[in-house]
């Protein structure tokens, strides 16, 4: 699976959008963008994945470049329940379903 | 309730003492796995089921025996349970093998003296 790159951290003012960088430049053709948080030592989170179309769901949008090398995660209003590590991770859908989380982003929404 | 429960979420042990941890989902899912998460080092998989009866090593096996002999349940044991095992733990599901929309347990935070 490619590896991505992500900002250490980011902050947000609170009921702003957060926008959260992914670079995937090593991104092959069958790999997914997937999208997962984890709030303080929670079980991670699923929140949106996509292929090449950008992704919308109740949750966040995901918007993926034309050339598939890097994305972008979206919430639209932040709050403060967002404050967590966000995850990008690239995968295909071989079956082994082992997702490399590396070291993410740390979002800290503010009030 | 759709979600994936683990017991116990917290448990201090002892070098070498046999230990297990359940991890049950209600989804009917056919896929489950064990992650371990350590401090700069991220999640990563232990064991992975993609159905009864079928369990693969991950990246990070060794010290770990899994089974699953029924679609709900993928216990985690560890039989001698060492200090470097120390982590804490999450057991995950998944609708189906390829999916990756996986559900994640709240974690099992385990500590061997």
């Known amino acids: 699976d490619a590896k991505t790159t992500q900002p250490t951290s980011m902050d947000c003012a609170e009921g702003r959008a957060a926008n959260l960088p992914c670079n995937h430049s090593?991104?092959?053709?069958?790999?997914?963008v997937y999208w997962y948080r984890q709030i303080h030592s929670q079980g991670p989170q699923y929140i949106i994945h996509?292929?090449?179309n950008n992704e919308t769901n109740e949750m966040a949008s995901l918007i993926i470049t034309e050339d598939r090398k890097s994305s972008t995660l979206i919430l639209p209003h932040a709050t403060l329940r967002d404050t967590a590590v966000y995850y990008c991770i690239v995968a295909d859908q071989t079956g082994a379903n082992n997702l490399f989380f590396g070291t993410g982003t740390r979002l800290t929404v503010i009030p | 309730e759709a979600q994936v429960t683990q017991n116990p979420r917290y448990l201090i042990t002892v070098t070498g003492k046999k230990l297990t941890v359940t991890c049950s989902q209600n989804m009917n899912h056919e896929y489950m796995s064990w992650y371990r998460q350590d401090p700069g080092l991220g999640l990563r998989q232990i064991y992975y089921?993609?159905?009864?009866?079928?369990?693969d090593k991950g990246d990070v096996p060794e010290g770990y025996k899994v089974s699953r002999k029924e679609k709900r349940n993928f216990p985690l044991i560890l039989e001698s349970p060492s200090p470097n095992q120390t982590s804490l733990y999450f057991c995950?599901?998944?609708?189906?093998?390829?999916?990756?929309?996986?559900?994640f347990g709240p974690g099992t935070r385990l500590t061997v003296l």
């Open positions: 090593t991104i092959s053709g069958n790999e997914y």
């Open positions: 995950a599901s998944s609708p189906w093998t390829g999916g990756n929309e996986q559900f």
């Open positions: 089921s993609m159905n009864v009866e079928v369990t």
């Open positions: 996509g292929l090449k």
